[in-house]
């Protein structure tokens, strides 16, 4: 009888055991491949979420991954502020393919970058490289960051030139073509500013006075001639560093604001936990990766053709933070 009783209450315990870790809160984090942007930002928050929420979030190493948040496959993810536009519309990159799903929960912080030259070239603004395009090499294609294009179009049309204008080098992705203008195989190439792979190619040309950026056009004119292929972004002026590559002097180049997305589908109450963990706990983020420490609450909800989601904006509402500025 006692053996019976015993191996009864064993079957409770594994049943409750079962029922209570089944009913864990488990969520899937797009992040990128290791390494990357979306890979330092995912494992952040992810580390952010199961430390100050209780709710076990796991970053999964994907790339090309929003059409899987939209069809519910991963619950969270990342990208720029322009490739979210173009996702919501299907336009640009997901030309006909309108992820209707996806829904913002905010921008994490500003990503700077912009067109950059090796400095002995003279070129210091959009103007100088336009005079001296004939002949100058510039990295193209970038298939494997198809986003990436689109960037130095709209930079070459804020001084009123295409891909056309160069001689076009293919190159497999954002990083190799940083790399291929510190090798000396592209004259002109985009870089993120101060990342670790433009630190390297500066490094290379030393030299030759290291990489400089080419200063955009902030006129009125100049900003709306950008905006045609980057709708989202932003030119901005950039003070003096010498700590940083490129900054020789003050020069204009591009902002894009990193945001984060998720499944319309995705509960209200998940999403306003997570985004108020995102904000309150922001000097952790920053101890974790670096780029956090440029974050604003109060920029969070820039305006985007993406709308956001209700968990999102009831913390926005809560705090004051203005939605669509």
Do not use: C
């Amino acid at each position: 009888m006692l053996k019976i009783l015993k191996n009864i209450g064993v079957l409770v315990f594994g049943i409750a055991f079962f029922a209570t870790s089944s009913l864990a809160q488990v969520i899937s984090i797009g992040s990128g491949s290791q390494g990357s942007l979306g890979f330092n930002t995912g494992q952040s928050i992810a580390k952010i979420i199961n430390q100050e929420l209780g709710i076990t979030a796991r970053t999964q190493p994907l790339t090309g991954y929003l059409p899987l948040i939209n069809n519910g496959e991963l619950d969270f993810g990342f990208a720029n502020a322009v490739e979210v536009g173009f996702a919501s519309t299907g336009t640009g990159t997901y030309e006909g393919k309108a992820n209707k799903n996806l829904r913002l929960v905010g921008t994490m912080f500003p990503l700077k970058t912009g067109l950059m030259v090796v400095a002995d070239t003279g070129i210091e603004t959009i103007a100088d490289l336009k005079a001296k395009a004939k002949g100058l090499r510039i990295a193209s294609e970038y298939k494997g960051s198809t986003i990436i294009p689109y960037y130095i179009e709209g930079g070459l049309a804020n001084g009123g030139m295409t891909y056309d204008d160069f001689v076009k080098v293919p190159v497999s992705n954002f990083v190799k073509g940083i790399f291929a203008l510190g090798d000396g195989l592209v004259d002109v190439s985009l870089v993120s500013l101060n990342s670790g792979a433009g630190k390297k190619s500066n490094a290379q040309l030393r030299d030759r006075g290291g990489l400089k950026y080419v200063s955009l056009d902030n006129s009125p004119a100049g900003q709306a001639a950008f905006k045609k292929f980057m709708p989202a972004a932003k030119i901005i002026t950039m003070k003096p560093n010498p700590n940083i590559p490129g900054l020789q002097k003050e020069v204009n180049i591009m902002e894009i604001p990193w945001m984060m997305m998720t499944n319309a589908d995705v509960s209200d109450d998940l999403v306003y936990k997570v985004t108020k963990a995102i904000v309150e706990h922001n000097d952790k983020l920053g101890a974790s990766f670096g780029a956090f420490k440029n974050a604003k609450a109060a920029s969070m909800a820039p305006a985007n053709a993406m709308p956001y989601h209700p968990g999102a904006l009831r913390y926005y509402k809560e705090k004051g933070i203005k939605v669509g500025d």
